[in-house]
């Protein structure tokens, strides 16, 4: 038996959306860990982790809690069959596969604040109303024994949401908060300012990949995270994850890539696209 802590790939910002082949997507984050575990010389003993941060709308982890108490499979063409077991605590799930792929599932929500920010409750089965303030949505995040993340958006950083970041990153606010990135940023913009800011202050910056709402993006769960060497507890998951992420004092190696002009102005017009669809509701 390996007696060395595993080497933990988290991908910090994953949604699950309705238009995934549920087998392939989690194919893929089991093949983009592998890839990174081989990179780190760890390929025979690693954990592969999704913290999701799920919409309003969506509530694909209470879905997959429910198809692990069901005994219900996920398969798909290639035959291979990912069955779904529940942990110890609430918001985290282990699926696992006939080929032997491994992973870890931990519920987390993505609130759209009043400033048309973005706060990303990781680690936490509590959901949380659109609308409020981002003070109270980190606030509320922190009740729920969540951690609070402000992830990167195109757009969404700059001007007077911008302004507004900036102001938070110099308060006593951000105790307790980080910042989140992702493979959505395009390398042909400039580099954040507040990421500089957050970083000076040492403020943890987590990047994940974020998959947007297309079958084309079935491919991009954990090819963007960060990678620790520490014990994880695989009754209770969750407890060690949450001390990962709030100890700056554990090394963390980021594997980031960026978006490419081609896919970044597609994706862009896309989602576009998808939010002046008229509702079918």
């Not at 409750?121 to 922190?142: E, N, P």
């Not at 009740?143 to 911008?162: N, Q, T, Y």
Request: hydrophobic share 35%; with cysteine; charged share 20%.
């Amino acid at each position: 038996m390996n007696t060395n802590p595993p080497l933990v790939i988290i991908d910090s910002h994953v949604h699950i959306h309705d238009c995934f082949d549920l087998s392939k997507f989690f194919e893929s984050a089991s093949s983009n860990c592998q890839a990174h575990a081989k990179s780190q010389q760890h390929h025979d003993h690693f954990i592969g982790v999704m913290l999701l941060t799920e919409s309003s709308w969506d509530h694909w982890f209470h879905k997959l809690a429910d198809w692990a108490d069901q005994g219900k499979t996920i398969t798909n063409d290639s035959k291979t069959i990912w069955s779904l077991y529940r942990t110890e605590e609430d918001f985290t799930l282990f699926a696992r596969s006939t080929q032997g792929m491994n992973l870890l599932i931990v519920a987390g929500r993505q609130v759209v604040t009043k400033e048309k920010l973005e706060v990303l409750g990781l680690l936490t089965s509590q959901r949380f109303q659109d609308g409020i303030s981002i003070q109270d949505a980190i606030q509320q995040v922190k009740e729920s024994g969540g951690v609070p993340v402000i992830p990167w958006g195109f757009g969404k950083w700059w001007g007077a949401r911008g302004k507004i970041l900036t102001e938070l990153l110099a308060s006593s606010v951000m105790t307790g908060v980080f910042l989140g990135d992702n493979s959505g940023r395009p390398s042909f913009l400039p580099y954040p300012s507040q990421f500089s800011m957050a970083s000076q202050q040492g403020i943890r910056i987590f990047p994940g990949s974020d998959p947007l709402p297309f079958v084309s993006e079935n491919w991009r769960p954990c090819s963007v995270g960060f990678s620790v060497k520490e014990a994880v507890n695989e009754a209770r998951p969750g407890e060690d994850l949450k001390k990962i992420l709030q100890n700056s004092e554990i090394p963390m190696s980021p594997y980031f890539h960026h978006e490419g002009l081609f896919r970044f102005i597609k994706n862009q017009v896309s989602m576009q696209l998808v939010k002046h669809q008229p509702s079918t509701a």
